[in-house]
């Protein structure tokens, strides 16, 4: 696993590892650039003492992570040009590791936490909500005397 990743970064500076790190970002196997070019500036927001490439470079950057001088990491789907993905899976989580290992966190496709999260409820009863009981047959202390005492007389 170590040795693609060596591959597309060794003597090429922080930006192909930063570009990489990008690719791992998320819970799904296969991404687009467009996708992967959003984890990037997360990742950049970061790095706050680097310069971030604009799109066409991003894009630029992944398609070389495509030959075999770059370690051949990325290949594109046969059934869509846009949609990337890794040649080994295994080679994923590495990249997610390298990240993690340079104190980068990869947030993923999470909530966005900026945005206050409602739940729509309604708050009346004639309108659907209705407060939470026990299940039938389930009796509380009380309530069970009660009818032991009944049962006695």
Aim: aromatic content about 12%.
């Amino acid at each position: 696993m170590k040795r693609p990743y060596e591959q597309a970064t060794r003597h090429r500076g922080d930006e192909y590892e930063e570009v990489l790190w990008a690719t791992a970002d998320s819970e799904y196997l296969e991404r687009y650039a467009k996708a992967m070019f959003s984890s990037y500036e997360y990742i950049m927001r970061q790095r706050r003492n680097r310069m971030a490439l604009d799109y066409d470079k991003f894009c630029a950057r992944i398609r070389k992570l495509r030959t075999p001088s770059f370690g051949a990491i990325l290949v594109v789907d046969a059934n869509d040009a846009g949609l990337y993905t890794y040649r080994e899976r295994m080679l994923r989580g590495f990249v997610r590791m390298q990240a993690e290992a340079h104190g980068i966190e990869l947030a993923g496709e999470k909530i966005d936490q900026t945005v206050k999260q409602t739940m729509g409820v309604p708050s009346s009863l004639s309108r659907g909500y209705y407060a939470s009981e026990p299940p039938p047959g389930i009796h509380w202390d009380r309530e069970r005397r009660k009818d032991d005492d009944s049962d006695d007389q």
